[in-house]
């Protein structure tokens, strides 16, 4: 099943790409969503439905195409720039697979089923308070509540959840850009990519040339690198990544390798992995696959290299937890330092509610 999901995401990302038949037969269906989009836009911009502004300036780290671009790692690079700049930040985010409509802390060891795991790598990983809630305002409010210090607000995602106004938006892209530029379900794209936004980011080598909308500002390039694996059982055991990657105990170089990652865009993570000169098999799993099943039972391999993101769900399991075969590949954000520099300069000039 995990893989099937996989596979049927795989297809529909392939079908993004281009504007062959599948896209054109669904693509007057994206005109209805476009429609729809734009007049829910409209009605908060008119002031036909309610927008709150809170007491404290909001920066939202989202995308408009469907799927994984980096936001986790970019929100983690962002708390740590506003805290050396001197703002005590805080991090909502709406939590995969979180069902209470009341607002929830994330401590760093609670359940990621019910939190979710990319606000629990946040929080293990920023050391900053995080609320999950399906309704962002009230996950704010409650946020600044319980942490009357926290002096901005970080949305992970929620670019499209006009009901909370913000200050600043980001919009992240991957090398994969606009794909075929129409919008879903004939195309990636949740709004136009001429929406006008703050600051657009690339998480790629090369930008895309079709990034770039209305009223933004040039593309700032952002890397995400590994350089070590770490053992899911314990962190502190550490290989680093080189061609000849060793078994741990035996001394000798891993003859397989798998790469496994339930993550939005499961090739990123492979191709950082073979620039780093590996030689892997690769495992893609759905976006957020729990784990209930588990996909590397029958797997054979010396060492199975996964993303932090599964990690917060696999070190739950005590099956999983207990297999010496995983290795946990942390990533960090690599962005130009001008990028804080310019949202630390547009908070500066922020007065509060």
Known sequence: MPVQ??????????????????????????????????????????????????????IVVGNIFVGGTGKTPLTIWLVEALRQAGFVPGVISRGYGVHSAVPRAVHIDANAQQVGDEPLLIARRAQCPVLVGRNRVAAAQALLAAYPDVNVIVSDDGLQHYAMQRDIEIVLFDARGVGNGWLLPAGPLREPASRRR??????????????????????IQMELVGVIAERLGDRSQRLALTSGLLVPDTGHAASRIVAAAGIGNPPRFFAMLRAAGLTIDEMPLADHYDFADNPFAGVLADIILITEKDAVKCSQIATLKNDPRLWVVPVTARIDGALAEQIVEKLRGHTTA
Do not use: M
């Open 198 to 219: 703050d600051f657009t980011v690339v998480n790629a080598a090369h930008s895309p040339s079709d990034v770039l909308g209305t009223g933004s500002h040039d593309v």
């Open 5 to 58: 999901r996989a596979t049927l995401e795989a297809f529909l990302t392939r079908s993004w790409t281009r504007r062959g038949i599948v896209a054109c037969l669904l693509w007057p269906l994206s005109l209805l969503f476009r429609a729809l989009a734009t007049l829910r836009r409209g009605l908060y911009a008119a002031g036909w439905r309610r927008s709150t502004r809170l007491a404290v300036p909001v």
